[in-house]
C-alpha cells in the first residue's frame, strides 16, 4: 500500500483507511517476586509518534516513549500494536481487518501478528492520517 491509497479525493472518502491503536503491557514484581500484570493505553502516544520511513510500500515507524511511571522493580515490558486497514466497499461501508502485533520496545527483530482472537481486548483505534505524517531523516524517497 502507498500513502496515495489513504488520500481522500477533493470530494469523498479514500479507498482505504488506517488506524493504530497500542497498550503497554507492564509487569512489574512486587516484594514476594510475583508479576501482575498492568495494561496502560498508549494509543495517542503512539499515533502522534509515527513517521513514514517509505513511501512505496508504505512503511512507518514509531517511537514508544519509556514508561516514565514504572517502579524501579525489574519488569518484563511489551509494546501490543493493533494496526487495523479498513476498505471502502461498493456499498459504501468500511470493512476492517485487524493485526494484533506484540513486540519488546527496546528489541529488534521481526514480529508477526498474533493469530486472530488470542487477544480478548484491543486498544483503543486512532485513525491515522497518512497523508499528514512527516517523513523521518532516514527516509527513503521514491526514486
Known amino acids: 500500500m502507498k500513502p496515495s491509497d489513504f488520500q481522500p479525493p477533493l470530494s469523498g472518502n479514500p479507498s482505504h483507511r488506517l488506524g493504530i491503536g497500542a497498550h503497554r503491557l507492564y509487569r512489574p514484581l512486587d516484594s514476594r517476586g510475583s508479576a501482575h500484570e498492568r495494561k496502560d493505553v498508549i494509543s495517542a502516544e503512539v499515533t502522534d509518534s509515527l513517521k513514514i520511513v517509505q513511501a512505496d510500500p508504505l512503511i ?9 511511571n ?9 509494546l501490543e ?4 486497514v479498513q476498505v471502502l466497499n461498493a456499498q459504501g461501508q468500511w470493512i476492517s481487518r485487524t493485526h494484533i502485533i506484540h513486540l519488546n520496545p527496546r528489541g529488534e527483530g521481526r514480529f508477526p501478528s498474533l493469530p486472530r482472537n488470542t487477544v480478548t481486548e484491543h486498544p483503543p483505534v486512532l485513525l491515522v492520517e497518512t497523508h499528514l505524517l512527516e517523513s523521518v531523516d532516514h ?5
Open 60 to 68: 512507518l515507524c514509531l517511537h514508544s516513549a519509556l514508561n516514565h
Open 70 to 78: 514504572a517502579p524501579m522493580a525489574p519488569a518484563v515490558e511489551t
Open 81 to 84: 500494536l493493533a494496526v487495523c
Open 139 to 143: 527516509a527513503q524517497q521514491p526514486g
